[in-house]
């Protein structure tokens, strides 16, 4: 009788390996589940950058405001009957874009 308690008790443990150690187990489901919620984090994070950059294209499309506001900033352009002034402090970095004074 204690031989076939023995049987069964091993064969209820090999039963549960694969409920908790094997291919499709509960550790998996854990590690998968984990994973999921990773890339839910990450998703969320592209969604609100996707929405800034939608944004932008619209208005980029529609106004020209924010067309010329680009092309000061970045490309440094100015209007034809502006004066452009730039500050350069000794210790400060330059803005991205700006001219470099010559002769300093």
């Known amino acids: 009788m204690r031989i076939l308690g023995g049987v069964l008790a091993a064969l209820i443990v090999l039963i549960q390996y694969p409920l908790w150690l094997g291919k ?12 999921f ?5 990450r998703n969320a994070q592209l969604q ?9 294209v619209l208005d980029l499309k529609q106004g ?6 680009r092309a000061r900033y970045e490309l440094g352009m100015i209007k034809s009957n502006e004066v452009f002034f ?6 400060r970095a ?11």
């Open 24 to 35: 499709g187990g509960w550790v998996r489901v854990w590690e998968v589940d984990r994973q």
């Open 37 to 41: 919620e990773a890339q839910r984090g």
């Open 48 to 56: 609100v950058r996707n929405q800034s950059l939608d944004a932008e």
């Open 64 to 69: 020209v405001d924010a067309l010329e506001e």
């Open 86 to 91: 730039q500050i350069v402090e000794k210790n």
């Open 94 to 104: 330059r803005a991205p874009g700006a001219v470099p004074l010559l002769g300093r």
